[in-house]
């Protein structure tokens, strides 16, 4: 006659090693990418939202933005970036845009949107003609201009 074995146990510590391997990945800080503006979109398609101006897609919470001397347009969305730098324009018009570390644009024009962080942001000139700087979440920012502010 041939007996059924019996199932070994397994202790239950490595049941739930997986699960709690999966947990802590899961809990792990995202890295921030660094997002390298192309211009891609072409001509008057100069915004921000479009992922054809963008080598890796569009900008997400703690990325680093990368503009070279590009111009730009900020129209809508919220960006929440690490940091940004380059020698451009960018220009605000509707959304909503934060850094959180040292970041510098040769120049800001705001209209509309908001703008503020956490982090230092350096502007070779500022206009401003409507929009709010800093907001409820993010007053602790600095912004210094280094040449004409309007």
Do not use: E, Y
């Amino acid at each position: 006659m041939h007996s059924n074995p019996r199932p070994v146990p397994v202790p239950r510590a490595l049941l739930l090693t997986p699960v709690a391997l999966a947990a802590v990945l899961m809990c792990q800080p995202a890295l921030s990418a660094t997002r390298t503006w192309t211009g891609g979109a072409g001509g008057s398609n100069s915004f921000w939202d479009l992922v054809a101006n963008w080598n890796t897609g569009l900008p997400v919470a703690g990325d680093i933005a990368a503009m070279g001397a590009f111009d730009t347009t900020i129209r809508n969305g919220t960006w929440a970036l690490q940091s940004m730098s380059g020698t451009g324009t960018l220009t605000v018009t509707g959304g909503a845009l934060s850094v959180n570390a040292a970041s510098s644009m040769g120049s800001l024009l705001m209209s509309g949107g908001s703008v503020g962080g956490s982090g230092t942001l350096t502007l070779g000139s500022f206009t401003w003609n409507g929009g709010d700087l800093g907001n409820a979440s993010s007053l602790g920012g600095v912004m210094n201009v280094n040449g004409a502010a309007t």
